[in-house]
């Protein structure tokens, strides 16, 4: 007997941004900005160099993105760290 998928879609909140514009999705359509931006920036070189430079940045992407200190993912806590020395707060001792 082959089951159903049922997908679960909240009315209240924007169809698009529930199917299509995932955090997945925004994610793989990050990498692929940014692959075309390499080959673009690098036409000159030879094809083999591209696609070398394109895994190696997918790799490390997804390496940024997926890795989490205590829980939470690295460009949180980057961001949070540069809003820490951009309010110049010190913690008093």
Avoid at 13 to 36: K, Y
Avoid at 51 to 65: D, K, T
């Amino acid at each position: 007997m082959n089951a159903a998928k049922v997908y679960k879609i909240n009315v209240r909140n924007n169809v698009l941004r529930q199917v299509i514009f995932t955090d997945t999705n925004i994610f793989f359509i990050l990498i692929a900005a940014v692959i075309a931006f390499i080959w673009k920036l690098a036409e000159a070189t030879s094809i083999e160099f591209r696609i070398f430079c394109s895994f190696i940045i997918a790799g490390l992407i997804m390496l940024l993105f997926t890795t989490k200190i205590d829980r939470q993912p690295i460009p949180i806590v980057l961001l949070r760290i540069i809003k820490y020395f951009i309010t110049k707060r010190r913690i008093l001792c």
